[in-house]
T-cell receptor
C-alpha cells in the first residue's frame, strides 16, 4: 500500500515542452506539498495546498502551476521547460497544516530536461 | 530566514564503525527537528523526530541529539552496516507552521 505515490518516476523531455507530474496520497490527509531537490541535494518547498487551497507559494517561476482537483491529489504542471528545471521533485502530505503534523514523502520524480 | 547546514557532505567508513553526522541551523526557534534517510529512487524515510523540548531520540542503532540553544543536532549511528549506505537529511520545522527547511545532506557509504 503506497501512501504517497508519484507518476512518472522518471521524465526526460526537451526544452520548451510542457509536462505534468502527478501525486496522489491515500492517507486521508488534508495538506499536500511539492518540493524540489536540485543537483546539490537541497530540498526546497515550492507549494503547499490545504483542502485544495494554496497556502504556501515560494518564489517559484510562474511556469510552475500546481493543481489540486481534490484533497488526495496535487499535480504539478510545468510550462516551457528549461534546463534548470532538471531536478528531483518530491510530493508530500500531512494530516493538516499545523506544526504538529508530520509530513510523508513520495518516492520522487526525476525530471531531466535536455 | 532559517538555514540548515550538514557536515560532512560525504563520508565513507568501513563496516562496524560508529559514526556521527552533524546538522546545524541558524534560527533556534524551531518546533522540531527530523532526520531522514534518502535512498535512490525511494523517496525519504523518516528516521527520528525530536521535539524542541527533547534532548535526544533513539531507534535501534540510531541516536539523535538536539541542542536547540546552540542550533545543533547530531545523528549517531552505531556499528554501521553496508545497508546504512544512503543520504541522510536533516530538516527543521518552524514554530509558526508546517514549513520544513532541509540541509544538503550527508552521503554515507559503509564499505564491507
Amino acid at each position: 500500500d503506497t501512501a504517497v505515490s508519484q507518476t512518472p518516476k522518471y521524465l526526460v523531455t526537451q526544452m520548451g515542452n510542457d509536462k505534468s507530474i502527478k501525486c496522489e496520497q491515500n492517507l486521508g490527509h488534508d495538506t499536500m506539498y511539492w518540493y524540489k531537490q536540485d543537483s546539490k541535494k537541497f530540498l526546497k518547498i515550492m507549494f503547499s495546498y490545504n483542502n485544495k487551497e494554496l497556502i504556501i507559494n515560494e518564489t517559484v517561476p510562474n511556469r510552475f502551476s500546481p493543481k489540486s482537483p481534490d484533497k488526495a491529489h496535487l499535480n504539478l504542471h510545468i510550462n516551457s521547460l528549461e534546463l534548470g528545471d532538471s531536478a528531483v521533485y518530491f510530493c508530500a502530505s500531512s494530516r493538516g497544516t499545523g506544526r504538529a503534523y508530520e509530513q510523508y514523502f513520495g518516492p520522487g520524480t526525476r525530471l531531466t530536461v535536455t | 530566514k532559517q538555514e540548515v547546514t550538514q557536515i560532512p557532505a560525504a563520508l565513507s567508513v568501513p563496516e562496524g564503525e560508529n559514526l556521527v553526522l552533524n546538522c546545524s541551523f541558524t534560527d533556534s526557534a524551531i518546533y522540531n527537528l527530523q532526520w531522514f534517510r534518502q535512498d535512490p529512487g525511494k523517496g525519504l524515510t523518516s528516521l527520528l523526530l525530536i521535539q524542541s523540548s527533547q534532548r535526544e531520540q533513539t531507534s535501534g542503532r540510531l541516536n539523535a541529539s538536539l541542542d536547540k540553544s546552540s542550533g545543533r543536532s547530531t545523528l549517531y549511528i552505531a556499528a554501521s552496516q553496508p545497508g546504512d549506505s544512503a543520504t541522510y537529511l536533516c530538516a527543521v520545522k518552524e514554530t509558526s507552521g508546517s514549513r520544513l527547511t532541509f540541509g544538503e545532506g550527508t552521503q554515507l557509504t559503509v564499505n564491507p
